[in-house]
Each structure stands twice: as structure tokens, then as C-alpha cells.
């Protein structure tokens, strides 16, 4: 019988005691692997949040905003002026257009100059014909709108009876594969557009506008006699981003026959801690007359805080019951060393070295961690969606944080639920689909990863191994005269 | 050849000192069989605990071919206790949850030796102090009494060691058995050149050593005897 056989062999020697140990360690383990959950996937999502969008800065041009308001464009030039501002890791621009249903003998650009409600932009964006329809009826507001932009003073020629009116669709040309908020494109089918400083000829396409053309990746359609092909669908989140098209920045400058003008510039800026800092030099550098810099992300910094909050009290958490498992090893194999020590006595007078009898402790310990493991994944499994929600709506209700868990992969079937949250942020930047931050923080997937099981399960043995050392180096304290003496 | 030399053990008691090995010099030939007798608390124990190297002595020396005990560090003592040494204690100290092959198996394990070879010599061990087969592996906590020591004894013989060391071998065996265990430990000191020291009340095992010791008040006497062993 070998030293490992020994050792569980001995395990098991008693097997109440052995199913209380197993039973206290695994919901130690458990709840240390569900903190650990917790904090990789608040981790994860602050890493996402600062990486897509809690670093970004917008910047409009002074005076104007989306479909409101005047000033001049920001020019590529300024694009480079911003990019050469300290911690600002990346600049892309943007130039948005209406794309209008094209009518018999209505195709051409045409530089509005209306209210930003309706049909006349505040000068920003070029209207252009296309063969798409709008997948967004105009409904109440859509045609409210409609009678608002056209009653102005400055829009197009008002009637006082107008047709009920198709909405216009939201095109944006991007200098890189993310929206007009700066967020990564989440594209469904299909491919990004590639090379996103020349004009392609290519489009990624939102879902409902796809669905409602008919629209397929390869398929093909026109703006302003132009035909541009489908590469990619994205889905943006809402019905009305959904009903835009993305292409490329050059694409769009053409059509609006403004090659060098930018309707928006997204700034990302190197850390979270360096936006406000950032955000004045941009400002600085572009000039308060000519250009606007906002953060449209403020409240989120408080969400990524709380997030960390809750982070931090995971990973305290975490420590805190490594180090009670690590305990509870310890006084057990205490107990156990006490109890048998004239059995290792024996061990001694019969020639066996300190290690061998060490090595059985640790190793008979270690067969109790694995079975307390077993148990522990499975209960932190279950468990760990609840425990990161809880954790996450006590120190996120103030931001609003929607919240979903969904259960491990080793143990799947875990409930899922959404954690009471609330509504998105006022979201920054130009008139584009910006959905609010709720978009953003959309989830906080927290789910018992082999990766996260296998990482967790070898801290809870690198401590139950240091927990099984010091009873293990007391065997060797042991003198086999113990033996005699009882007799 | 194993020499004992002015053996002091000495304890401290509250304000007495109590000392039940006081100057006991002797010396053992490869291959003999010797006996110790005395009174219980006269000492016995604690003089084989000191010739096994389970405990230090206060003063004195064991010298076994050669080799001062005293002067050894704790991990040469094991390695003396593995190699040379046998015990068969009277409390037999068996490993309650392993059955009597795997006793046997342990000082084996602790010699390097592989489990096929110390499986082999387990069971023909227990075979030699008469163990049923069917009782081999179980566990030496559902054996008799008897048969816990006939698994003791195997044990003490696993890995061939020079001396034997039994604190009162055949205290817990019937008359056959014992009578069985007295010619196996013989035979091991006179076919194997297996020292042996027996530690025992029993006078009728003690008749049939070459030598006999009695043990007095931490003094050691030897008896003349006047007949032959074997």
C-alpha cells in the first residue's frame, strides 16, 4: 500500500467526521469560488466598460449636436490635432447622413438647413436618397415631428396639409469598426467593412432595416445611384439603431460631397483616471469656438466604481475564505495528528522518515480538500449568480446597473434572473442611436468557468497544502518512545 | 555483535529521580537468542527501547557492529530502526485500518522495497507464524489478539533485520502457538544469524535462550544456566 493509498485510506477512516470536514470545507470552497466568480466577472465587465466606452470622448462641433444646433464641422485636420493631445490612444471619425427613400425625380443631396426635428437637420447632416425603406413607421411622433420641421421658419416649404411621411435612415461613416457612441460594432452575420479608410462600395446593414429590404449579407442596395453591398448586419440594441447603415468614413464624405468635413470625432483616451484631464486638453487644443468635447459617459464612472466596489469585496471575500479553508485544514489535521500520535509513534519505530509520514498528512488533507472541492463547485455553481447579484445590486442600485447571471458551465443549470437595475444614462455625442449607458452595462455574466473552477480549486489547494505543513512538521516533533510509554 | 555499555536511563518524577536503567552493561553475539526477565516497571521496556534506538539514553552507549547509537543523528537512528532493528511490542501496535498484509508491507514500503517483491515476502511471513490465508487481508482490528501478534512478529521480520527486539512475544498466544513462535524466533537466530532479545515473564520461554538476563532495581543480572538451548 502506497503513501496516497494510506492517505485515503485514512481519509475515510472515520466516516461521519470525514463527511462533516468535507461538508464545512466545501461550503468554504464554495464560497470562495463564487466570490472568485464574482470578481472576474466584475472585472471583466470594468475592463470592457473602460475599454469600450468609459475612456471615450465626443467631440461635436461648437454650437452643434446630432441633428441640432450650428457652428462650423470639425475638419480631419482637427482629427489630428486631438489625436496628438497626451493619453489620447485613438481619434476616429464620423460623418452622419439622412439617407432619404428615393422618389420619382428626388435623388440628389440637399443641405438642410432646418429645425432638428424634422426633415431639416441643423446642418450637419446631408441628406441623400436611397433605394432603402425606413424600417421605423413615422407613427405619431415621426409625422408630429414631420408638421414641427416643416413650420419652420428656415426649413423646407411647409404645406398645411402633409402626407403622412416615411422616416429618414441614419447613415454614419466610421473611420474603424465601432458606432457612432465609439462602441465595439456587435455584428451578427457576415463581416466588418475592412479597410475603413477608402470607399468600398460596402455597408453593414441593422437588423430590422435587413429584415424589412430583404437584406442579406452579399445583397445590394443604392445611395444616390450608388450600389453598395452588404458585408455585415449588425445589431445595435434598439429599434432605431437598429435602422441605420454604417459605412465607410470616405464613403460618406463623398456622398455628402464633403471630403474633408467630420460630423463627430470619438477621443479614446488611455485610462479612466486620465479623461477629465484629456478632456481639457482636447478642448484646449480644438478650441472652445470651434468644437465641443463632452464625456457622455459620467455617470458610468460611478457604475465602473461601484463595480469595483463590489470587485474589491469579492476579491476580500475571496481571501477570506481561502484562508478559512485553509483553517479549518489545519485544525483538523491538528486534531488528527493528536489523535494519532501513537500511531505515527509506530510509524517511526518501524523506520519510516518524517517526510513519509508528513507527506501522508498533507496528502490525506489534500484528499479531503478535493472531495470538499467537488462539493464546494457544485454549490458555488448555483450559487455564484445569486451572490454576484446580490453583491452587485447592493453596491450599484445608486447607477443602475442591469444585471443578469447565468449558471456555470460545469454545473449549467443555474436560474437566470435579472437584478432590478434601472434606466440608461444620458448617453453624449451626436444625434445618433445612443441608447444610454443601460446598453453598455449590460450584463455582468457571472458563471463558473473551467478556467475560473480550475484557478480557484489551486488556490484552495496551495492553501491547504500550507495548512496541512504545520501539522505535518509536528509529526516530526513525535518521538517513537511515545510508543513504549503507553504501554 | 551489539554492546551495551554502562546504560544509564534516568527520569525525572516531581522531586525523585527514578532511574530504571542504571548502569547496565552486556553484550549480545550475532546470532544468539537471550532472554531478559524481572519485574513489571523493573525496566525491561525502557532497556529495549534503548537498544532500538526509540529512545537516547542518559549516559552510556549501545554500540551495534561497530557503531556508536550515541553518536547518530535522528535520521541514521530510523534508518537504523528500518535496517537492523525488529520490534514486537506487547501491545502489538499494529495500524488499526490496514489489514495484515499491509502491516507486514510497511517497514518494507520504508525500505524501498517494490510491492510485488514485499507483497510476496508478506504473505510468506504470515504464513510462517501461522496466520490463516483468508485472515490476511483483513483488518488487523478484526484479528484475535493471538493473531494480532503473530501479525506483529511477521511485521518485526519483514526486512531480515540483525536484532529482534519482543517485549513478551507470546503473552497474548495459546500454549501451541506460542510454542510455534518460540521455534520460529529460534530458528531465525540459528539459520539466519539473527540476533534476538525477548523481554518476558514467561519462564518456560526464557528456559529455552542461551542466555538469560534478570533485570533489578535498573541493575542487570545474568542467570548461570546450567542445560543447553536447542
Known sequence: MSVLARSVGNAFRNKIRTAAVVAVLAVAIGLALAMLVANQAVGAKVQELNASVGTTLTVNPAGGQGFEGGGEPLTTAEAGTAASVANVTSVVGTKALRLQTATTGTTGTTQQAGPGGGFGPGGQQATVSTSLVAAIDAGTLGNRNNASGNSGTTGNTGTSNLPARALPITATGIGAEVDSTGKALNITSGTGLGDYNTATGKALVGTSLAEKNSLSVGSTFTVQDKTFTVTGIFDAGTAFGNNAVYMTLPEAQTLAATPDELSSMIVTVNSMENVDSTKTAVQSALGADKADVTQGQRNLETAVSSLDSVKNISLVAFIAALATAGIIILLIMVMLVRERRREIGVLKAIGAPNRTIGLQFVLESLVLVALGSVVGAVIASFASGGIASALISSNTSTTAAPTTQRGGGLAGAVPNGAVPGGGGFPGGGQGGPFGGASQLLTSVTASLSPGVLAAGIAAVFAVAIIGALVPALLTARIRPIEVLRGE | ?230
Open chain 2, 1 to 230: 555483535m551489539i554492546e551495551v555499555k554502562d546504560l544509564v536511563r534516568q527520569f525525572k518524577s516531581g522531586d525523585r529521580t527514578i532511574k530504571p536503567v542504571n548502569g547496565v552493561s552486556f553484550e549480545l553475539e550475532k546470532g544468539s537468542l537471550s532472554s531478559i526477565v524481572g519485574k513489571s516497571g523493573s525496566g525491561k521496556s525502557t532497556l529495549l527501547s534503548l537498544l532500538g534506538a526509540l529512545d537516547k539514553p542518559t549516559s552510556g552507549d549501545v554500540v551495534v557492529d561497530g557503531v556508536s547509537l550515541a553518536g547518530l543523528p535522528d535520521g541514521k537512528l530510523t534508518e537504523y530502526r528500518r535496517r537492523d532493528i525488529g520490534f514486537v511490542f506487547q501491545q502489538f501496535n499494529l495500524i488499526p485500518n490496514l489489514s495484515a498484509v499491509d502491516n507486514v508491507m510497511l517497514p518494507m514500503e520504508f525500505a524501498g522495497i517494490r510491492k510485488a517483491a514485499r507483497l510476496k515476502r508478506a504473505k510468506e511471513l504470515l504464513e510462517q507464524v501461522q496466520l490463516d490465508p483468508e485472515k490476511q487481508s483483513r483488518r488487523v482490528n478484526r484479528l484475535s489478539g493471538g493473531e494480532q501478534q503473530r501479525v506483529a512478529i511477521a511485521r518485526a521480520l519483514a526486512n531480515e533485520p540483525k536484532l529482534i527486539l519482543a517485549d513478551e512475544p507470546t503473552g497474548n498466544l495459546d500454549e501451541q502457538t506460542g510454542e510455534h513462535i518460540i521455534e520460529l524466533l529460534s530458528s531465525l537466530s540459528r539459520d539466519h544469524n539473527t540476533t534476538i532479545l525477548v523481554v518476558t515473564h514467561d519462564r518456560s520461554l526464557a528456559q529455552k535462550t542461551e542466555r538469560c538476563f534478570r533485570l533489578q532495581q535498573g541493575k542487570l543480572t545474568e542467570e548461570v544456566r546450567t542445560g543447553s538451548r536447542r
